[in-house]
């Protein structure tokens, strides 16, 4: 038996009642579990979902308020809260599986892996593009480097929390920009931390309205190379060369591929990301993703 902190940043999101709901019905498979949220607004506006649903999930629930409509104050409000073994992040417009945390929890057991990521799957509207659902361009799974998972993300994750990796925190200079967790999982590889994955720990994600487009994908396919990007500043005249051959062979595939909805845009959102990568390089300033600014 494990104890386990389930973390959910929220900010300004009624589905977070949902979240709740999905977390209420997991198997706990004998776990002690504890469930945190950070709020990130600047009042306290999650905690009427939190004060509601707390006799109902069977086990405790800590709320904490973590103002700054800045996403890595409250991740790192859930960080200083946890007690457990084990941290699990999801975000707090999804929804978990009964199965979800024991699958990862195994998954740790199994392989003594450090951290275990699970596969997030986008619910798409009746009314999203074809193309879109075709194409599946919302859902997330881990990335492998020559079979190596470098990098994570905090959407659907198990983190052991032990030494040295209780020492580490959100980057807050990234928590308007986003790409903090890449930032994080960077730093706890680089700490020898080994990162799994557990294919059924599965989490939905609706995919809203104002996500359902190319123009949202194509600032996320950004975002995510500019961060990695900045890793590579120490030595832009050695990586900068093969980014530039890669935006150049993404927008040629693109072209070749123009007769097919998905591959011309699954090739052109590959190109956005290494310009992001590029921009990271150069040291462009990322846009941001995130909140408002907090009320004085």
Known sequence: ????????????RAFLAETLDSIARLDLDGHDVRVIIADNDAVPSAEPIAEDWAPRLG??????????????????????AAKGDFIAFVDDDETVSPGWLSALVNQ??????????????????ADAPAWM??????????VRVNGTIR????????????????????????????GEDTDFFYRLTAQGGRIDYAPAALVEEPVPVERANMAWLVRRRLRFGQTHGMLLQRSPLRTLPPVL?????????AGF???????????????????????GILGARQ??????????
């Open 257 to 279: 591929t123009a007769f097919s909805p998905v591959l011309r845009r699954r090739n052109w959102l590959r190109a956005m990301l290494h310009v992001g990568v590029a921009g």
């Open 108 to 125: 740790a057991d199994r392989t003594g892996s450090d951290v275990v990521l699970g596969p997030v799957r986008a619910i798409y509207r």
């Open 133 to 142: 659902v075709h194409g599946d361009f919302h859902s997330t799974l881990p």
């Open 245 to 253: 051959a890669k935006i150049a062979w993404c927008c040629v595939m």
């Open 1 to 12: 038996m494990a104890r386990i902190d389930i973390c959910i940043c929220t900010f300004r």
């Open 59 to 80: 086990f405790p629930l800590v709320y904490v308020h973590a103002p700054a409509a800045n996403i890595c104050i409250a991740r790192n409000a859930c960080l200083d």
């Open 151 to 178: 990098t994570g993300y905090t959407c659907n994750v198990l983190i052991r929390w032990v030494a040295p990796f209780q020492a580490l925190r959100f980057d807050p200079s990234l928590g308007r920009t986003g």
């Open 287 to 296: 846009a941001e993703h995130y909140g408002q600014p907090a009320s004085s």
